[in-house]
Each structure stands twice: as C-alpha cells, then as structure tokens.
C-alpha cells in the first residue's frame, strides 16, 4: 500500500455511457484531478474491449498518469465490467467514491459493436464481430451491457451510498443537474462548468478510418520523443483538434449499423434479468429499459 498513490474516486461504466464526456467536463473543476490518460487501464485486468491482464499493476506507472491538484479520479471505465476491480480498489482505496454512466442496454451494445467495427478493433485482436449474433455471444461485447452482474460485484466491496448511478440521457439533457450530483457525491464544491469548452466526446464521426498516408504519420509521430509530442498532443486535445479528422489523413466514416428485430428479441432474455437485478440491488428505476 506504501507504494500506492491515492485515488479518491472511479469513473466506471461502458464504452458509449457518455464517460468520455463527463470526464472532460470535470477537467474543469479546480478540486478535482481527472487521470490522464483519461483512461489509465492500469488497476483493473480489463485493458479496453479486448485487452486482458491481472498481473500486479505498475503503481509507479499510475501515480504518473495524476498530474494537477484535487481529488484524484481514475475514468477507466472498463473497470466496472472487470471481476478483479471491485476487490483490488477496495483493498487499495476502501474509502473511494464510485460513479458510473450506464445507457439504455441495446443502443450501448449497439453503439459499441459499431465503434469496435470501424476502428477495426475485431480484427486487430484476432476475431470479427461483423455478424452481430457472433459478436453478442462473445463476453467482451456483452459483460459491458450486464450492469446488474457488474454493479452486484462492486456491492460485495462497497456499501450504495459509494456507488452514485447515472444515466447518460440525462448528462446530454440535464448536465448541470448531473454535475451538481456528482459534486456532492465526491464532496467538492459546487462550479459553474462550461460545456461549451467540452471538445473530446467519442463521436461516432470521429472514427473515420485512416488512410496509408495517416498510417505514416501516426509512425512517424509514434517516434518523436514524448517532450516534444506531449505539450503538443496537450494542447490539441485541449482545443478539440484531431488532427486524424482532416480528409488527407482519413476517410468518412462508415454508415451506422443497426440490429433486426429478431435480433434485438435475442437480447431480451438477458438483459432483461440483469436490469431486474440492477433494480433489486440499487433501486435504481430500469422500466424503460426493458425489451419488450
């Protein structure tokens, strides 16, 4: 534990629960740290969609990715779905405060599926989710969308009153409602955020796949030294630039995809049981959520 930085809170969640959004707009707050990377993936096994690793995390590492004043908060959010989190941030930080984004489950898996298959995230880890059935069976899809088996594990570790829920459609229409919760959950200040300032939102339009000639230009500043490229990544990133946006370095997007309704029956069973043991562990309101 001496070697330990300390952490007073964790953005959970799943990818496309509106966490990158979230995180961004407390970067703002004077009392708060935000991790940076946004998501260090160091403490929990889950290293993203595909990465797997329950080796003893690099602490020196981590106390790393904590650079301003304030309560420190970790927004890997891969974190929530992960078996060994719950145990190893309860053994490190007992007294941490918990605040997850969930989504309607359907649209999350989606979303996911479409953000996994643009990026090529499939293929680079050695499957392809082109099939949605496919890729729904595969738990590294799927466990994100289980809430109730996830948030359940983190209740065997902390008490509710860690744990503050929130739901992503309410971010997009009520953000400074949801700030005000989240200040009082972390017990810091009220402030008065601007969203306008709110760049980096993990757009499904900013994953347009890179051209050959982008491809040269992330390896070629994939070998810069990092006091160079660090204070310039800083700096785009804190004006909303992605430079891998301009038409030179990729191409458009490709068009959403969307389930049938045969599939969308598939996911019935299991989600709608998760969200009944969402409801009976937190008391947290999931009626709109289940599939008819």
Not at 103 to 124: F, Q, Y
Not at 231 to 236: T, Y
Request: aromatic share 8%; glycine share 6%; charged share 25%.
């Amino acid at each position: 534990m001496s070697d330990v930085c300390p952490v007073g809170a964790f953005l959970l969640g799943a990818p496309k629960c509106g966490t990158t959004w979230l995180a961004e707009v407390l970067t703002q707050h004077p009392e708060i740290c935000v991790s940076d990377p946004k998501e260090p993936n160091i403490v929990a096994s889950h290293k993203g969609t595909f990465g797997r690793d329950e080796s003893e995390p690099d602490w020196g590492q981590y106390a790393d990715c904590f650079t301003g004043d304030g309560l420190r908060i970790d927004c890997s959010v891969h974190a929530m779905a992960c078996p060994i989190a719950p145990s190893r941030i309860a053994e490190n930080w007992p007294g941490a405060r918990l605040i997850i984004c969930l989504r309607e489950p359907v649209s999350r898996t989606v979303s996911h599926w479409n953000m996994i298959l643009d990026t090529e995230a499939d293929k680079k880890n050695g499957v392809d989710w082109s099939n949605f059935e496919e890729a729904w069976a595969d738990s590294r899809l799927s466990d994100d969308t289980f809430y109730g088996a996830a948030v359940a594990r983190w209740l065997e570790h902390f008490d509710r009153d860690s744990i503050l829920l929130i739901e992503a459609n309410r971010m997009r229409h009520y953000g400074s409602e949801v700030l005000e919760e989240v200040c009082n959950h972390l017990s810091v200040h009220s402030h008065s955020f601007n969203f306008d300032l709110v760049k980096n939102a993990n757009t499904a339009a900013d994953r347009r796949p890179i051209t050959a000639f982008g491809r040269m230009f992330r390896f070629a500043s994939g070998i810069l030294p990092g006091l160079i490229k660090v204070p310039i990544v800083r700096r785009l990133k804190s004006r909303g630039i992605n430079v891998y946006k301009l038409p030179v370095l990729s191409a458009k997007a490709a068009s959403k995809r969307v389930i049938t309704e045969e599939q969308r029956a598939l996911l019935a069973p299991d989600i709608n049981a998760d969200l009944e043991l969402l409801e009976g562990s937190m008391g947290f309101d999931c009626s709109k959520w289940h599939i008819q």
